[in-house]
């Protein structure tokens, strides 16, 4: 039975270690579009999975004598994706540094199919929490299914800087499949099941283990 059981533990605890978020290996493109006199840096640091405080990059926009970023004149973050996935949640981690000072306010977030369908929209204007933790933004009981583009409107900000150290989109791969078109757990079924028998191997090693 050990000889059994130690590749299907392997697999499960590979199913496992998978990140369940978009991340830049999921991503074709990102199109940073900032108000006139904005700038901005590090916009591969949005998905790079590195959420350490003062450790790891962040994403940076700056104000250069120009207007604040508002509803009417946001930053745009538009986000290609290689596959479509199903969402079915938001969050981020605000700043980067020291002092929590450079904080995003207000956010809108979008989802589109490959047609450039509107599939989910969501605005909220009450992000200032002074937290260095994840910030939960919104989560979907139902998942977006067949989402291709994400859009992140940044609509207020803290000052005239502010600073994301990762964006956190919670997903599972679309599969275009008829059957489990309208089941959200149907692209999470793998891990279960793999998870299910790394429990199965324990319980029969324990139970070895007691009858010797």
Known sequence: MKFICLPLVLLA??????????TNDDISSIDIVTPKGW?????????????????????????????????????????????AFNIDGFSFFND?????????????????DAQRQVLFSYSTDSLLLDRWEQIDVFT???????????RVLITRSQSSEFEIRELLFQATQFVNNPDTLNDPT??????????????????LFVRRGVAN
């Open 13 to 22: 605890l590979t199913f496992q270690a998978k990140s369940a978020f978009i």
């Open 39 to 83: 700038t901005f840096m590090n916009e591969s640091a949005l998905f790079d999975g590195d959420t350490r405080k003062r450790r790891s990059l962040a994403f940076r926009a700056n104000q250069q004598n120009s207007d604040s970023i508002s509803a009417v004149n946001p930053l745009e973050i538009n986000v290609s994706l290689t596959n």
């Open 96 to 112: 980067w540094g020291y002092h929590l000072k450079q904080q995003v306010v207000g956010m809108d977030i979008s989802f589109f």
């Open 140 to 150: 979907l009981s139902d998942a977006i299914q067949n989402v291709s583009v994400l």
């Open 186 to 203: 149907a692209n999470v079924a793998a891990p279960a099941m793999f998870s299910g028998l790394l429990l199965l191997c324990i319980g």
